[in-house]
């Protein structure tokens, strides 16, 4: 529960090419929930915005233990080329430009795949 309430939180849009500036649509599932007792992390999932099917970034949010009690902590990664902007409670917290192609980011790379395929003798 506290996951979604946090999720509702953040708003995601991208800068697309022929479409201008696009909202992007928080979808409602975590893609992968997790705990890691070790690390002292409580709860985790990895939740998305999408430009229609397509995840353009990435949320990863983490109830961490801490003195007292336990705090969320929250990171972003851009799964896409164009610029894409993040807000929490209104207020821009994180921005990624737009790549040229091939798109080098730390969480991906977007560029064009060569197919070769061999013709047996």
């Known amino acids: 529960t506290q996951i979604k309430q946090i999720h509702r939180r953040f708003v995601a849009s991208e800068q697309a090419v022929i479409e201008g500036r696009v909202e992007l649509r928080p979808l409602t599932t975590p893609l992968y929930r997790y705990a890691d007792a070790e690390a002292g992390v409580i709860d985790g999932a990895v939740v998305s915005f999408a430009n229609g099917t397509n ?40 921005r990624c430009t737009e790549a040229d192609p091939p798109a080098k980011r730390d969480s991906y790379v977007n560029g064009w795949v060569f197919d070769t395929a061999f013709v047996p003798n």
């Open 55 to 94: 995840p353009e970034v990435l949320l990863t949010l983490e109830a961490v233990k801490s003195g007292d009690g336990a705090r969320w902590q929250y990171s972003l990664a851009q799964m896409t080329g164009g610029e894409v902007i993040v807000q929490l409670d209104g207020k821009e917290v994180w």
